[in-house]
């Protein structure tokens, strides 16, 4: 927190961000120097440096208690007094300014408390026990929340060691966040002396972590000020260029957000809805970004409407009557209400058209609403207060504000990433990635993950180090492979295999998207055996089949090897699934007995095509050699045979139940999966004639089966026999397919 000099060449101020206060006269931190020079004021008053403290606090709590505020400046006055910053004003000038800044964002006595005296634990004799002592356990909590480690005992590794800290300390209270935010925020202000590569390395990372940190926490007047402070340090040429923009379209006559926002004031009046309609300037990078989406700039693009109301209500009754009077942009709506975000901004976003086509957007929320958005954690108060009977646990993710999804992720995250480089690059991608999802379990709670994530990453943030065993999903009722990228609002239920030595895929790293997931697969690969030791431990544990081998018919063997360019092997029965393995089908003479209506002297032969049992119904064609071959009545060759004009019987079934069928498993990879699979078959009696078995693709096996019943009957059973098999996920009758195709 070491403070930095005032920057004379500082961006100037800032489009304002939300609606205006009543003036305050401006601060002047040289004067509140000299006044902490001339020593702390008399016990029975406040001190005059602390006066726009205790205005900007009484404005949100005009019944608060002054006196923690007046001891704090005291011990704080008292610890830095003889201490400067660069540029030559007393250091107590820092502190007040970072508690000016929460005070104005509405934060409660014990955060203004800790913010007087959050540097001198780390820069004066002061210890925590002194803090403790004079101001109680959570001053002292957050008040070594935000001090730093020492670079003699850390070395390089101090400024991540220092985040890693702050961030467990934040995830028990979130207070911390919400002074290191103000505390960074004044020293950006103030960061013109610093040389230029000092700047840049302290705007970069208050770039990859601050901003992403604020915007996560919900408080975006810290977050807008922040991004134009980084945005005038590394892109100074674009900054400027965009100062031009927005000192070019003050100076036109006439501003057509303005026009509008007299319009809707009209609109609501005429509609007896009470409201308050503002102009709210877009900050310096916001209009950067539009200028880069839009090109050329018009008037409306320089700002948004924002229309305050007392309740929820009236916001639908706002958007109503924006929607009914004036010309809305369907598409740009949005109902952040009903569906809060991750950092608990709640509006509703809509945009009207004039009649020039400009496009207006509005933003429509209560005043609470606003204040959450601009404040967001910091707006929640104390969060040791017992709750209000309104938060449940029910409502899953958002149940406690104060330690949002994200957050309890970063922290588990982060205890598995034990060096300092680890986790400090982990955790500049983790805060890159800006947008979070909501998606739902069958259970009904709900999983917080961000946008990009994969059902890897869901099984991973639902069941953690078990999430190994995970073997597929379901997402909105439909099978899905765990590389399937997941959608706000998708329902997610994740196939859990019943092996506790399932290892997670190599493939999994390529689509898991959170540090957790990535981290818990890494050290699960690490630990693995090597290639030989997994190989016997699949054999030695597989369960024995009645079949001690799913052999191949050697024609039928060479011709599908051919095809394919794998040669055919056998499998052993109960051997774990390899990757790659092709062992062709074949189909022999069939079993059950079929009589050709008509002609009881015809020699009839099961189609090998379409395997037909009893009790399909059937039909069938003469070939040559008089040989009547049967098939089902939907297989795609009754057509084509149809259409060549073969001579069709009737033929029905015989006494004899046994048969020959061919069955396709579908299925999600794990290992010893083809030794459960011939087991289940052997279990129901049933001999294996030949098996293919296609290389994995995506996490999913295809096992083709040809199989001898000594009944016809027992089929059913055998279905539910294999599909009951964890990782299998259907089963069904089929063909095999033609050669080429």
């Known amino acids: 927190m070491s403070a930095d000099a005032t920057n004379p060449a500082a961006p100037g101020p800032v489009a304002p961000v939300g609606p205006r206060r009543r003036a305050r006269p401006r601060i002047d931190l040289r004067r509140l120097g000299r006044a902490a020079l001339l020593g702390p004021a008399a016990r029975d008053r406040l001190p005059d440096a602390i006066g726009h403290v205790a205005e900007a606090h009484r404005a949100h709590f005009p019944e608060a208690d002054l006196e923690p505020l007046r001891r704090a400046y005291v011990l704080a006055e008292s610890s830095h007094r003889g201490q400067m910053r660069k540029s030559g004003e007393p250091y107590i000038t820092h502190p007040l300014a970072v508690t000016l800044i929460l005070a104005e964002l509405g934060a409660e006595t014990t955060t203004l408390t800790a913010s007087l005296l959050h540097d001198t634990v780390e820069d004066t004799d002061v210890t925590l026990d002194q803090v403790r002592e004079q101001f109680g356990e959570e001053v002292r909590y957050l008040v070594d929340g935000v001090t730093k480690l020492e670079k003699v005992d850390y070395g390089a590794a101090a400024e991540p060691e220092t985040f890693r800290k702050m961030l467990v300390a934040t995830g028990s209270d979130v207070r911390v966040m919400s002074i290191k935010l103000a505390d960074r925020l004044h020293n950006m202000r103030t960061l013109g002396v610093m040389r230029p590569e000092k700047q840049a390395r302290i705007a970069k990372v208050t770039r990859d972590v601050l901003i992403p940190l604020a915007e996560r926490l919900g408080v975006q007047a810290l977050k807008t000020e922040l991004e134009d402070l980084v945005f005038a340090i590394l892109h100074p040429e674009e900054y400027a260029h965009t100062r031009e923009l927005i000192a070019e379209n003050a100076g036109r006559p006439g501003d057509p957000l303005t026009e509008v926002a007299e319009q809707v004031r009209g609109v609501l009046r005429e509609a007896d809805v009470p409201a308050e309609v503002l102009v709210r300037p877009r900050h310096f990078v916001s209009v950067h970004r539009v200028s880069r989406k839009r090109g050329r700039l018009r008037g409306c693009d320089f700002g948004r409407l924002l229309v305050l109301v007392h309740e929820d209500a009236d916001c639908y009754a706002v958007l109503g009557e924006l929607h009914t009077c004036m010309t809305p942009v369907v598409s740009e709506f949005k109902d952040f209400i009903a569906v809060p975000k991750f950092n608990l901004y709640q509006s509703l976003h809509t945009a009207v058209a004039r009649e020039d086509g400009q496009v207006v957007e509005v933003l429509i929320r209560t005043h609470q609403m606003h204040k959450v958005a601009e404040a967001g954690v910091v707006a929640l108060g104390n969060p040791y207060a017992p709750p209000a009977e309104e938060h449940s646990a029910s409502d899953g993710e958002r149940a406690d504000p104060t330690r949002p999804g994200w957050l309890s992720r970063l922290l588990e995250w982060q205890r598995a990433a034990p060096d300092p480089d680890t986790f400090w690059s982990t955790l500049r991608e983790d805060l890159a990635q800006d947008r979070?999802?909501?998606?739902?379990?069958?259970?009904?709670?709900?999983?917080?993950?961000?946008?990009?994530?994969?059902?890897?990453?869901?099984?991973?943030?639902?069941?953690?180090?078990?999430?190994?065993?995970?073997?597929?999903?379901?997402?909105?009722?439909?099978?899905?492979?765990?590389?399937?990228?997941?959608?706000?609002?998708?329902?997610?239920?994740?196939?859990?295999?019943?092996?506790?030595?399932?290892?997670?895929?190599?493939?999994?790293?390529?689509?898991?998207?959170?540090?957790?997931?990535?981290?818990?697969?890494?050290?699960?690969?690490?630990?693995?055996?090597?290639?030989?030791?997994?190989?016997?431990?699949?054999?030695?544990?597989?369960?024995?089949?009645?079949?001690?081998?799913?052999?191949?018919?050697?024609?039928?063997?060479?011709?599908?090897?051919?095809?394919?360019?794998?040669?055919?092997?056998?499998?052993?029965?109960?051997?774990?699934?390899?990757?790659?393995?092709?062992?062709?089908?074949?189909?022999?003479?069939?079993?059950?007995?079929?009589?050709?209506?008509?002609?009881?002297?015809?020699?009839?032969?099961?189609?090998?095509?379409?395997?037909?049992?009893?009790?399909?119904?059937?039909?069938?064609?003469?070939?040559?050699?008089?040989?009547?071959?049967?098939?089902?009545?939907?297989?795609?060759?009754?057509?084509?045979?149809?259409?060549?004009?073969?001579?069709?019987?009737?033929?029905?079934?015989?006494?004899?139940?046994?048969?020959?069928?061919?069955?396709?498993?579908?299925?999600?990879?794990?290992?010893?999966?083809?030794?459960?699979?011939?087991?289940?078959?052997?279990?129901?009696?049933?001999?294996?004639?030949?098996?293919?078995?296609?290389?994995?693709?995506?996490?999913?096996?295809?096992?083709?089966?040809?199989?001898?019943?000594?009944?016809?009957?027992?089929?059913?059973?055998?279905?539910?026999?294999?599909?009951?098999?964890?990782?299998?996920?259907?089963?069904?009758?089929?063909?095999?397919?033609?050669?080429?195709?």
């Open 436 to 741: 979070e999802i909501t998606v739902f379990r069958p259970d009904g709670g709900t999983l917080g993950l961000p946008e990009g994530a994969t059902c890897v990453d869901a099984a991973y943030a639902q069941y953690g180090e078990d999430a190994h065993a995970c073997i597929g999903a379901r997402v909105n009722g439909r099978l899905a492979t765990l590389s399937t990228v997941l959608k706000d609002g998708d329902t997610v239920q994740l196939l859990m295999g019943q092996d506790p030595a399932s290892e997670p895929s190599e493939e999994w790293l390529d689509h898991a998207h959170t540090p957790a997931a990535r981290i818990a697969i890494q050290r699960r690969l690490a630990t693995r055996q090597p290639a030989a030791d997994r190989a016997q431990d699949a054999g030695g544990d597989a369960a024995p089949a009645a079949d001690s081998t799913v052999r191949a018919d050697s024609t039928a063997a060479e011709r599908a090897g051919a095809d394919s360019g794998t040669p055919p092997v056998p499998v052993p029965a109960g051997a774990a699934l390899p990757a790659g393995l092709d062992v062709p089908a074949s189909f022999g003479p069939d079993m059950a007995s079929v009589v050709v209506v008509g002609r009881h002297d015809a020699a009839a032969r099961l189609a090998g095509c379409c395997t037909p049992v009893p009790p399909d119904e059937i039909t069938g064609f003469a070939v040559r050699g008089g040989l009547v071959t049967v098939h089902r009545v939907e297989c795609a060759a009754v057509a084509r045979m149809r259409n060549a004009g073969r001579a069709e019987f009737g033929v029905r079934w015989g006494e004899t139940a046994a048969c020959r069928v061919t069955l396709l498993a579908e299925s999600f990879g794990r290992p010893h999966l083809l030794a459960d699979l011939t087991e289940a078959i052997a279990l129901e009696g049933v001999e294996i004639v030949s098996a293919t078995v296609a290389p994995p693709a995506q996490q999913r096996v295809r096992h083709t089966y040809t199989l001898q019943l000594p009944d016809a009957a027992g089929l059913p059973a055998l279905m539910r026999a294999m599909r009951n098999v964890p990782g299998v996920y259907d089963v069904s009758r089929t063909q095999p397919q033609p050669p080429g195709v």
